[in-house]
């Protein structure tokens, strides 16, 4: 299967105050063509800095890049900012978590649609007004036309959410990155959004790489899933194989500490106890080890590399879990 | 939906809170009025975790406001501990609301981030006049400790040195320095990961044993709120739909709507189909409810009889009180 997107061993750091700041380091990832796939991981484990460097959003001095990102056949880590930029719209499209900051306040929803469609497609005032509605009713708005003529302030975080869809989607881009999407809205509006991303996936033949902290999202949306720690892939395999056949203690932990209905009430939920490692200090052995319940001495000393388990399931473990290694209490 | 009534009050000598149809509005001009919360009753019993649960723009939270007056509510009694609140003279209002405290939703933008965690935590104790300036800093290090904080390293920080999980501590300390009889959380962990989300679920739980408190968890989320509640109502558009013990609920949901809920849940299980969606759409707005039940427009039972009456709340089995004409049990 060829991949729309090829990561090589791409590292990020950011210069701080309090020195390098290691946010990324060494992943290396594809995105087949057609396929969705699901970035997890906690709070600063690396997963938004990675998209937004898949994205070559990231730049400033402070920035310090290593690596390569092939995309549609073409070096995005050696082009310029102009030529990313010729990318957006019908190569690569995003949608961000806050559906409210990523939307313009004071301009009305028709204009912020048609702006991409006349720059990016060449389209006039008036095909671009009724692609507009066209794509609205695509995302399941009812009643576009009313739509276009409304701000965002007027909309709920669900309906916002399915314009930035609609803008997202208007010049029918090959890879769609939609970071969080649902992690403002309510549980109802998430299922729905989430629906919606996975059939315009199918009907447009769309790739899409879906960055999230919940793993029960990740379950029904994605065809391949990369567990993120610490900047680093920890585990990555194809949905179905990951969650059949967990390597990761880190994973197991991530997918315990989801509450789930079927739970007594009243019963303590399982936690991953202490946070991550410093990153402008690394330890020097798994990072995870301080928090790992199965943890050996082996683990703090040296660094795991990330192996295959054969059939593409790569872990980043010195005892991985379906192995007799007694669980430390 | 759509429910009134008073079938599931009870009456006991165990009731802390009682809350007599209550309505909240809101005016929005033109002559609109916001009918936030409609005549709701309900009661909270000692000891008790009562959940409200539904989606946003239910009133959910309009609700656990109106609870310690603020605004104080259209008409409607709440009673705490026999006092009734709404007809206390302001100063004594003041007094009596030291012993409900609330936890609010964004952890960040709920602390004053130009003060440090010592005065955020302080700031109730000096207020009420809790004792001389040693014993306030005794107890605030000790609220400081029962939370998981680190008094050492956090009393001279200031809130944005900490992260969305450690802020929500912090909230928590101040919230339980008046020793408060009562605790209003209004969405605490749905602003967190879902790793640091079972930390402060678990803490909540802790707390509620240390100080014996009454607690009222408000949640868009039913898989979060399984967890930590003794007893759920499920709120839609100002009105009850279902209310009772979580796992009769959650085993055999009488109402259309919680079923709904319950199916938007994700599940970390790639294997499991989702189920299709049987909630469409958004709420309409509570300026212009639907006759009848108020879900009736959304709900996959509806019949001409849920537009012309509303439904009351009925008791459908033991400990489970539903308004509904056709309840699904």
């Not at chain 1, 009305?108 to 005032?125: F, H, N, W, Y």
């Not at chain 1, 208007?170 to 992690?183: H, I, M, Q």
């Not at chain 2, 939370?147 to 929500?168: A, D, I, T």
Request: aromatic share 4%; proline share 6%.
């Amino acid at each position: 299967m060829s991949a729309v997107m090829s990561i090589k061993s791409m590292s990020i750091k950011f210069a701080t105050p309090r020195g390098l700041l290691e946010a990324v380091r060494d992943v290396s990832i594809d995105i087949p063509a057609g396929s969705s796939v699901g970035i997890v991981g906690e709070s600063g484990s690396g997963k938004t800095v990675l998209s937004r460097a898949a994205m070559g959003l990231l730049s400033g001095s402070n920035v310090q890049r290593e690596g390569k990102i092939v995309f549609d056949g073409k070096e995005l880590s050696a082009m310029t900012r102009e030529q990313v930029r010729n990318e957006f719209g019908t190569g690569m499209a995003m949608i961000f978590q806050d559906p409210m900051t990523a939307l313009n306040p004071v301009r009305r929803i028709g204009a912020q649609l048609a702006e991409s469609l006349q720059i990016r497609l060449g389209m006039d005032k008036k095909a671009a007004k009724i692609r507009s509605a066209e794509l609205l009713a695509l995302v399941r708005i009812p009643d576009p036309e009313a739509m276009l003529r409304k701000f965002p302030y007027q909309l709920s975080g669900g309906m916002r959410q399915r314009v930035m869809i609609a803008i997202a989607i208007s010049c029918n881009p090959k890879l769609l990155f939609a970071d969080e999407p649902t992690t403002a809205l309510d549980v109802t509006v998430q299922s729905q959004i989430l629906q919606l991303l996975s059939e315009l996936r199918r009907d447009l033949n769309m790739s899409m790489v879906l960055v999230t902290h919940d793993l029960g999202v990740v379950a029904g949306n994605t065809d391949y899933v990369a567990v993120m720690y610490a900047g680093e892939i920890v585990e990555q395999a194809s949905t179905v194989d990951l969650f059949a056949n967990m390597k990761m203690p880190y994973t197991e932990a991530l997918l315990n500490s989801i509450p789930k209905i079927n739970m007594q009430s009243g019963a303590r939920l399982q936690v991953i106890e202490g946070r991550l490692p410093d990153p402008t200090q690394r330890p020097s052995g798994c990072g995870f080890a301080a928090r790992c319940s199965y943890v050996q001495a082996k683990c703090t000393a040296e660094h795991p590399p990330l192996v295959d388990a054969g059939n593409g399931h790569l872990y980043r473990c010195w005892f991985p879990l379906g192995n007799t290694i007694a669980r430390k209490q | 939906m759509a429910g009134s009534g008073t079938a599931h009050l009870r009456n006991n000598d165990e009731v802390v809170l009682d809350v007599r149809d209550l309505v909240v509005e809101f005016r929005v001009g033109s002559g609109l009025v916001v009918k936030a919360v409609s005549k709701i009753s309900f009661d909270v019993c000692r000891g008790e975790t009562l959940a409200i649960v539904g989606e946003s723009g239910c009133g959910k939270t309009t609700l656990g406001k109106a609870i310690l007056q603020l605004p104080p509510p259209n008409s409607g009694d709440v009673i705490f501990e026999g006092t009734n609140l709404t007809k206390l003279p302001k100063e004594q209002l003041r007094s009596a609301r030291t012993a409900i405290q609330m936890v609010f939703q964004d952890p960040i933008s709920s602390l004053d981030p130009r003060m440090t965690v010592r005065e955020i935590v302080d700031e109730p104790l000096w207020i009420w006049g809790r004792g001389s300036e040693a014993e306030r800093e005794v107890k605030v290090r000790e609220l400081l400790n029962n939370v998981g904080l680190e008094p050492e390293l956090v009393l001279n920080r200031r809130s944005y040195e900490f992260s969305g999980g450690q802020c929500q501590r912090i909230s928590i300390a101040r919230s339980l320095a008046l020793e408060p009889r009562m605790l209003i959380c209004d969405e605490p962990v749905s602003a967190l990961d879902v790793s640091i989300q079972a930390q402060i679920l678990n803490l909540l739980q802790d707390m509620k044993d240390r100080y014996g408190l009454t607690m009222v968890f408000i949640s868009h989320d039913l898989a979060v709120v399984k967890a930590v509640s003794n007893r759920i109502m499920v709120m839609y558009l100002g009105k009850i739909c279902e209310v009772g013990s979580p796992d009769v609920i959650y085993s055999k949901p009488a109402h259309h709507y919680t079923s709904a809920l319950l199916d938007s849940v994700p599940v970390p299980d790639p294997t499991r189909k989702q189920a299709a969606i049987s909630l469409q759409g958004e709420p309409p707005s509570p300026v212009a409810p639907p006759s009848g039940c108020r879900f009736r427009t959304r709900c996959p039972a509806a019949t001409e009889k849920c537009a012309a009456e509303e439904p009351q709340l009925r008791e459908v089995a033991l400990d489970q009180f539903v308004a509904c004409h056709h309840p699904r049990v």
